[in-house]
T-cell receptor
Framework: GESVGLHLPTLSVQEGDNSIINCAYS??????FIWYKQESGKGPQFIID?????DKRQGQRVTVLLNKTVKHLSLQIAATQPGDSAVYFC????????????FGTGTSLTVIP | DTGVSQNPRHKITKRGQNVTFRCDPI?????LYWYRQTLGQGPEFLTY????????KSRLLSDRFSAERPKGSFSTLEIQRTEQGDSAMYLC??????????????FGQGTRLTVV
């Protein structure tokens, strides 16, 4: 079956440093990926997405990289701020199995002031 | 507020009781999803609607669970004869129609269910 997993469950970074959160997926049929940020007690918040026909996409302070060869996704956050502290999930959509997203366990990012 | 709205935000119920949650999606979104999230885990897919049609259901959705979206707008998720294992955050998400199906899903704040 499909699986979405994260390499590190927790990550601590100094304020101002760059953060990199990694995600591995197992199904090569996945064609769309999203990174979500979830703060305590809140629903997941969309950060950035990428389609499988791309290998890089940039947003404001965030960049998503997709390596389909090794089925790896990463989220880079530039100049990490205390407000970036949250749990980050990658989610994949397998178009062959329908419209639901499959989420990994999440990585907890803590920004140290 | 034009985001996805869920209520109640919190619900405490006794085991064996029925509960119903409501989700109001973003108005122009025709797709609506229900997910369940337990502590320390990512959201797990439960079911999906396109307009009023329930197109997909997860194996997680036992016969005690039922979801409806009668007019293609708001949706309800009912859990009958609740069990302690039903305690979780129930998340609703919606997305706009897209021919390629590649559109982000926007989540509500969730309903936290505690079964005692």
């Amino acid at each position: 079956g499909e699986s979405v997993g994260l390499h590190l469950p927790t990550l601590s970074v100094q304020e101002g440093d760059n953060s990199i959160i990694n995600c591995a997926y197992s199904n090569s049929a996945s064609d769309y990926f999203i990174w979500y940020k979830q703060e305590s007690g809140k629903g997941p918040q969309f950060i950035i997405d990428i389609r499988s026909n791309m290998d890089k996409r940039q947003g404001q302070r965030v960049t998503v990289l997709l390596n389909k060869t090794v089925k790896h996704l990463s989220l880079q956050i530039a100049a990490t701020q205390p407000g970036d502290s949250a749990v980050y999930f990658c989610a994949e959509r397998l178009i062959l199995t329908g419209n639901q997203f499959y989420f990994g366990t999440g990585t907890s990012l803590t920004v140290i002031p | 507020d034009t985001g996805v709205s869920q209520n109640p935000r919190h619900k405490i119920t006794k085991r064996g009781q029925n509960v119903t949650f409501r989700c109001d999606p973003i108005s122009e979104h025709n797709r609506l999803y229900w997910y369940r999230q337990t502590l320390g885990q990512g959201p797990e897919f439960l079911t999906y609607f396109q307009n009023e049609a329930q197109l997909e259901k997860s194996r997680l959705l036992s016969d005690r669970f039922s979801a409806e979206r009668p007019k293609g707008s708001f949706s309800t998720l009912e859990i009958q004869r609740t069990e302690q294992g039903d305690s979780a955050m129930y998340l609703c998400a919606s997305s706009r129609p897209d021919r390629d199906s590649n559109t982000e899903a926007f989540f509500g704040q969730g309903t936290r269910l505690t079964v005692v």
